[in-house]
């Protein structure tokens, strides 16, 4: 089965295709496709957003997909930036805007400073609907560390590790993070449906 992933993250395609590397499932990339298409994420929740986008591709397409909408919650900023991490500093801002606002923010609060990563994952193809959530949870500190991954994965410690997400290998990340979590399970339940 050929699945298109809703999704302009290159760094969320890699990974995803990489959890599905081992299936009979194909990945495909909006990338892939030569499409940007800037798709309106006008939901509050991750569960919402998601279906948003795996609906708007799969209008155009008409052909399976899945989609993830993700980020990280801060337990000192009452969970800030929750839905809104992609563009946290504002419109047009870059991955190191958002870490930077998010090392300000946490200024006046004393460590650790508890976090989680979330990532809802949904399918969607035209009359199946499946979805897992996978979390991350660690905390965050005061420097940017490291150049693997991306978003905020610089200034992130998983429990029971030393480094930042940034310092591990992708392969690693692709093993413990909220991503690998919620689609390794969606993809059980599709090839199920395949
Ligand atoms: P698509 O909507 O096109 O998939 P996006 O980057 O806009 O890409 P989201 O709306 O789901 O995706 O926003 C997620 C943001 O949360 C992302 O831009 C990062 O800033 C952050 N984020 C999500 N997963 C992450 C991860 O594995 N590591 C670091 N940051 C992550």
């Given at each position: 089965?050929?699945?298109?992933?809703?999704?302009?993250?290159?760094?969320?395609?890699?990974?995803?295709?990489?959890?599905?590397?081992?299936?009979?499932?194909?990945?495909?990339?909006?990338?892939?496709?030569?499409?940007?298409i800037?798709i309106e994420?006008?939901?509050?929740?991750?569960?919402?957003?998601?279906?948003?986008k795996?609906?708007t591709?799969?209008?155009?397409?008409?052909?399976?997909?899945?989609?993830?909408?993700?980020?990280?919650?801060?337990?000192?900023?009452?969970?800030?930036?929750?839905?809104?991490?992609?563009?946290?500093?504002?419109?047009?801002?870059?991955?190191?805007?958002?870490?930077?606002?998010?090392?300000?923010?946490?200024?006046?609060?004393?460590?650790?400073?508890?976090?989680?990563?979330?990532?809802?994952?949904?399918?969607?193809?035209?009359?199946?609907?499946?979805?897992?959530?996978?979390?991350?949870?660690?905390?965050?500190?005061?420097?940017?560390?490291?150049?693997?991954?991306?978003?905020?994965?610089?200034?992130?410690?998983?429990?029971?590790?030393?480094?930042?997400?940034?310092?591990?290998?992708?392969?690693?990340?692709?093993?413990?993070?909220?991503?690998?979590?919620?689609?390794?399970?969606?993809?059980?339940?599709?090839?199920?449906?395949?």
């Open positions: 089965m050929k699945i298109i992933f809703a999704t302009q993250n290159a760094g969320k395609a890699k990974e995803v295709k990489a959890i599905f590397a081992d299936s009979s499932i194909e990945i495909i990339s909006l990338y892939d496709l030569g499409n940007n800037d994420e006008h939901g509050t929740t991750f569960r919402e957003n998601a279906f948003i795996a609906r591709v799969y209008d155009i397409y008409k052909v399976p997909v899945v989609a993830d909408d993700s980020g990280l919650e801060i337990s000192q900023l009452d969970g800030r930036p929750g839905v809104y991490s992609a563009r946290y500093a504002g419109e047009n801002c870059t991955y190191e805007d958002n870490n930077l606002r998010v090392i300000d923010e946490l200024k006046e609060f004393p460590e650790p400073h508890r976090a989680k990563f979330i990532s809802y994952a949904v399918y969607y193809d035209g009359k199946n609907e499946r979805e897992a959530v996978g979390e991350l949870h660690g905390y965050i500190i005061k420097e940017q560390r490291g150049t693997n991954g991306f978003g905020y994965d610089p200034i992130f410690i998983p429990d029971g590790y030393e480094k930042t997400i940034s310092e591990l290998d992708f392969d690693f990340k692709n093993t413990i993070s909220h991503r690998a979590r919620s689609f390794t399970v969606l993809k059980e339940k599709l090839i199920v449906l395949d």
